[in-house]
């Protein structure tokens, strides 16, 4: 990517981030910006292509997934706290059928998005999550479709 294209990117991604158009983060914004636009905009494609290949369309597919499993989890959520039943919450352990770490991580990171869902420790491919929901079934039935669509993305 050009170092000015990848500039600009940045730029509007840290407003976005931001959201507050004060002189503080307009110029702390540019720095960044100008650092990374320096470190990666010399990149070539091939370059890029040599180290790993992700698949785009499955990557798109899992952050539309977190964000309406984000969604879900702050009705949920605002439900729990109006509700007048108060919800018990279960620690059950799984073992992820994945060793990669990078995939792990996702799932991990993906995992705290979902409606219930609080993932309490990672080691070695167990990981211990902490749901509000009775549905054990559904939470392995969740974890096993997001290892699969992780697979396809980094594997």
């Known amino acids: 990517?050009?170092?000015?294209?990848?500039?600009v990117l940045c730029f509007i991604i840290w407003l976005l981030i931001v959201w507050e158009f004060e002189i503080q983060s307009l110029i702390v914004g540019f720095i960044v910006s100008l650092v990374i636009s320096r470190i990666f905009g010399g990149m070539n494609r091939e370059y890029a292509l040599r180290l790993r290949e992700i698949k785009s369309i499955n990557f798109i597919?899992?952050?539309?997934?977190?964000?309406?499993?984000?969604i879900k989890a702050s009705i949920k959520q605002i439900y729990a706290i109006t509700a007048s039943?108060?919800?018990?919450s279960k620690v059950i352990e799984i073992k992820l059928s994945v060793t990669e770490p990078?995939?792990?991580a996702f799932v991990v990171w993906a995992l705290n998005f979902y409606p219930g869902l609080i993932v309490v420790s990672e080691k070695d491919s167990f990981i211990k999550v902490?749901?509000?929901?009775t549905n054990i079934d559904w939470v392995k039935s969740e974890i096993i479709k997001l290892e699969d669509l992780l697979k396809k993305v980094f594997i």
């Open 61 to 70: 597919i899992f952050f539309i997934k977190i964000f309406v499993t984000w």
């Open 1 to 7: 990517m050009k170092k000015t294209s990848l500039f």
């Open 102 to 104: 990078k995939v792990i």
């Open 85 to 88: 039943n108060k919800f018990e």
């Open 130 to 133: 902490s749901t509000m929901d």
